[in-house]
């Protein structure tokens, strides 16, 4: 089992819709967690990160974080053909970050 | 500087050559990271420096990889006797200095893409 698993799509969303992405961690003892964005052929930039149980909402992103059920998604409301990218979910640890391998989002105009 | 930088942005190779990736992390930061990325996977980690030394160098996938950042700053990635599945991006990320500061966010370079023929 992977430590942090994703669907990788193609996960297709009409422009202005909410798009959910989704992610488990297998680590019980896991603190942090990131969401990246990576274009194709660029770097992941970072979009939220979140630490606490609960929701975390910075624009049209929310964060949501279940430790419990060792969930941890992301929405993205009003979604614009620019979100189109690869969204990578991703663990903290003492030693940096442990990544999934991305869902691929398609915003169809 | 004011972000990670890396070079060479492209590396074309032969197999069994030698080859360099240098990456020079965002200013006052002491946590480095490589980090490679094959087509539709996520980055794979291979080792973490703070400052000078290699705190976890678990990732690296055999002894052809070695990295190094003798003063703490820039790191350069080695790779010895390449091989076709070495080809990925190979991407560099450092991390803030000082605790309040940081989030455990990783900043990362643009990256090398490595071709092996």
């Known amino acids: 089992q992977k430590e942090v698993e994703q669907n990788s799509g193609p996960l297709s969303v009409p422009e202005g819709a909410i798009a959910s992405l989704n992610c488990t961690y297998s680590d019980r003892g896991s603190q942090s967690f990131f969401w990246y964005r990576q274009y194709s052929g660029k770097s992941p930039e970072l979009i939220m990160f979140?630490?606490?149980?609960g929701d975390k909402e910075d624009g049209r992103f929310t964060a949501q974080l279940n430790k419990a059920s060792q969930y941890v998604s992301l929405l993205i409301r009003d979604s614009q053909p620019s979100d189109s990218a690869t969204y990578l979910c991703a663990r903290g640890g003492a030693d940096g970050l442990t990544f999934g391998k991305g869902t691929h989002l398609i915003i169809q105009p | 500087g004011a972000g990670v930088s890396q070079t060479p942005s492209n590396k074309v190779t032969e197999k069994g050559k030698y080859v360099e990736l240098r990456c020079d992390p965002i200013s006052g930061h002491t946590a480095l990271y490589w980090y490679r990325q094959s087509l539709g996977q996520g980055p794979e980690f291979l080792i973490y420096?703070?400052?000078?030394?290699?705190?976890?160098d678990s990732g690296l996938p055999n002894d052809r990889f070695f990295a190094v950042r003798p003063e703490g700053s820039v790191s350069t990635l080695k790779i010895q006797r390449t091989e076709r599945g070495d080809s990925a991006v190979y991407l560099c990320?450092?991390?803030?200095?000082?605790?309040?500061?940081?989030?455990?966010?990783?900043?990362f370079g643009e990256g090398s893409r490595l071709t092996v023929l």
């Open positions: 420096f703070q400052g000078t030394g290699a705190a976890d």
């Open positions: 979140i630490y606490s149980n």
């Open positions: 990320a450092s991390r803030g200095g000082g605790a309040e500061a940081d989030t455990g966010e990783l900043f």
